[in-house]
């Protein structure tokens, strides 16, 4: 089992940046895919990005491509998403899932665990 705990979430304008972090407990991270979802108000939550154990793999939402980029660091049990060029449609609560079986799942039911969510807002 894994507890995830993302952070870094908040207010910026259009066209700025954020990390977000998602730290994991347990001391098999590596052996877990992750993937980061976000869901706006009134909407499901979709894909953002996913990356494979070891992070040699990536795979990123359409909406996203070019923009944001998700990494790994097992040594420290964190998966990061860079966002850049935020756009206001881009507001959304952000959450960090890890999968045990397989990488570059889009269907949020396939992850087994998921962080609490952090916020992130982007005024025009």
């Known amino acids: 089992q894994v507890q995830l705990v993302e952070s870094g979430g908040g207010l910026v304008q259009a066209g700025g940046s954020l990390r977000l972090s998602c730290a994991a407990s347990g001391r098999t991270f590596s052996s877990y895919a992750m993937g980061w979802f976000r869901q706006a108000p009134g909407k499901e939550r979709e894909f953002v990005a996913a990356i494979s154990w070891s992070g040699s793999s990536t795979y990123y939402a359409y909406s996203v491509q070019g923009r944001f980029t998700i990494s790994r660091d097992n040594a420290k049990n964190t998966v990061y998403l860079q966002m850049n060029s935020l756009k206001p449609e881009d507001t959304a609560v952000y959450y960090c899932?890890?999968?045990?079986?397989?990488?570059?799942?889009?269907?949020?039911?396939?992850?087994?665990?998921w962080g609490q969510g952090t916020q992130v807002t982007v005024s025009s």
């Open positions: 899932a890890a999968d045990s079986t397989s990488w570059g799942k889009v269907a949020p039911w396939r992850y087994d665990y």
